[in-house]
């Protein structure tokens, strides 16, 4: 069966450091890749998806990036963190025949200060 | 752009149905979906309904579509306490890679 990991399950970071999100999935190849992220308000914004490695679709312009160096590895970065970045982040993945339906990691509450 | 919502917030007693409603613009949706969403963890697929479907019945969980309306709704039969969650709605079209969620509805159920 599938599984998917997120690490770390929580992280503290102050104004202005790096970061590195890592997703790995298991029990699949090939499959498409998501980065969510949730805010306090509780909605859904999608950040980033790759349909494959080195392949990465950007939906919102902001101060993050992804990168996909594996098949199922994404990971999500950032350079300097702004107070705007805390929230709850979100990996999930899909397959790319069938429903699209999308699976999702247990997540990273990420606390910039 | 797309959109799917939802009411913000639905309680109800232990015991009852309980109906949590959606309704999305793009007429050429294929897929619907439900999540459940238990605080502090990921959101879990609860069940989905093809679009040239009307119903889906799953233990507890009836899913009715309404593709004129561009409606959907999931009912729980039953409710449970376990069930208090922020439910999820959302929708794609065949051969896109992404799905389209609603903001969440947040089911309380009390004792």
């Known amino acids: 069966s599938q599984t998917i990991h997120q690490w770390p399950a929580t992280l503290v970071q102050p104004v202005g450091s790096p970061l590195s999100l890592e997703c790995t999935v298991e029990g699949t190849s090939n499959p498409n890749l998501y980065w969510y992220r949730q805010a306090a308000g509780r909605g859904l914004q999608l950040l980033f998806y790759s349909v494959g490695i080195g392949q990465i679709s950007s939906e919102v312009p902001q101060n993050l990036s992804a990168s996909r160096p594996q098949d199922r590895q994404f990971i999500l970065s950032s350079k300097k963190l702004l107070l705007s970045d805390s929230g709850f982040y979100l990996c999930?993945?899909?397959?790319?025949?069938?429903?699209?339906?999308?699976?999702f990691g247990p997540g990273t509450r990420l606390t910039v200060l | 752009g797309e959109d799917v919502e939802q009411s913000l917030f639905l309680s109800v007693r232990e015991g009852d149905s309980s109906v949590i409603n959606c309704t999305y613009t793009?007429?050429?949706?294929?897929?619907l979906y439900w999540y459940k969403q238990e605080p502090g963890a990921g959101l879990q697929l609860l069940t989905y309904i093809f679009s040239n479907m009307d119903m889906k019945q799953d233990q507890r969980l009836t899913v009715l579509l309404n593709k004129k309306d561009k409606h959907l709704s999931l009912r729980i039969a039953d409710t449970q306490t376990g069930d208090s969650a922020i439910y999820f709605c959302a929708e794609t079209v065949s051969g896109y890679s992404t799905l389209t969620f609603g903001k969440g509805t947040m089911l309380l159920v009390s004792p």
């Open positions: 793009d007429s050429s949706s294929t897929y």
């Open positions: 999930a993945w899909s397959p790319k025949r069938g429903r699209n339906e999308q699976f």
